[in-house]
């Protein structure tokens, strides 16, 4: 027997609805909670409200790519927008996401910067110049956490210009006493490795691939809960869940994906639940086999 399920509010209010009404809030994906994701946030919002420091701690969140890490900051950023002091006539923006440039350029992270803030930009301006906006602005605003996405793209540039990169967010944490919060893939966190201070200073919090656990369950039980199906689907049940991890490749978007693929499917099918025979039907291809897909397009056959 499965277990009982258990449906959102909103997913229960959907039950009476037409088809096309519960295929189209599909497309409108609700945040999924979860361990790691709570520990996440938990200790962003700690940084975020406690003091200043002159040595700030600063977060990496590393993983695969769509295994949730922007995601997480953007829920982050997103609760914490810029208010308005009407007071002071001032705008206070203690959170700033950014991108990280494609290459690991000064000037370019400081224009990011300027650029999220909608500050006017001289683009001529010597470096010098721009840098000295930013700080300047920055404290203005009384910035106190700044998202840094995309942090793997230090590996971007030459070593000589990599080392730099790595000294500026050092500069800029210790001179504006604010905490990073940097995202990427694996290969940002050997290059965090390269400065034993930076070392020292981020905490890594990975985000591993989902595995066949009680933990995938939970996950998978928590999506369950927001598919507005009119029959259970039992995601977590053993064999289920193991399709589920073998056709997304264990990363959460992916399998947020999938499962709500499938829930389109049951619904116009008119079977209203998700098994391992539907799963199977869709012709979904699996990152992995993706990847070797385009591979052989490109003739880099192995």
């Not at 009982?4 to 229960?12: S, W």
């Not at 985000?207 to 928590?222: F, G, I, Q, R, Y």
Request: charged share 25%; net charge neutral.
């Amino acid at each position: 027997m499965g277990r009982a399920r258990e449906l959102t509010p909103t997913a229960k209010e959907l039950l009476g609805s037409s088809d096309d009404e519960r295929i189209s809030s599909l497309a409108r994906e609700p945040f999924v909670s979860y361990g790691i994701a709570k520990r996440i946030l938990t200790r962003m919002d700690a940084l975020l409200n406690g003091p200043r420091s002159h040595r700030p701690a600063s977060m990496l969140i590393a993983g695969a790519t769509n295994n949730g890490k922007t995601m997480l900051v953007r829920r982050f950023t997103d609760a914490n927008p810029p208010v308005h002091d009407d007071e002071a006539d001032a705008v206070r923006c203690p959170v700033i996401y950014i991108q990280m440039p494609p290459t690991p350029d000064a000037r370019q992270f400081y224009l990011a910067i300027l650029e999220k803030l909608n500050v006017p930009i001289q683009r001529t301006a010597v470096l010098s110049h721009v840098q000295a906006q930013t700080l300047k602005i920055c404290r203005i605003v009384e910035l106190k956490v700044l998202v840094v996405d995309e942090l793997h793209n230090i590996h971007g540039g030459r070593i000589e210009q990599q080392r730099q990169f790595l000294n500026l967010i050092r500069y800029i944490s210790n001179e504006l006493q604010i905490h990073l919060i940097g995202c990427g893939l694996a290969s940002a966190l050997r290059a965090l490795q390269s400065d034993e201070q930076l070392t020292n200073r981020f905490e890594h919090w990975p985000l591993p691939k989902w595995k066949s656990d009680n933990a995938c369950k939970v996950l998978l039980n928590t999506i369950e809960s927001t598919l507005p199906l009119r029959q259970p689907s039992n995601l977590s049940e053993t064999d289920t869940m193991q399709r589920i991890l073998g056709l997304s490749g264990g990363t959460i978007g992916e399998i947020s994906r999938l499962i709500r693929e499938a829930a389109e499917t049951a619904i116009r099918s008119g079977t209203e639940r998700i098994d391992s025979d539907l799963l199977d039907g869709l012709g979904w291809v699996a990152p992995e086999d993706r990847r070797k897909a385009a591979e052989a397009v490109l003739g880099h056959r192995s």
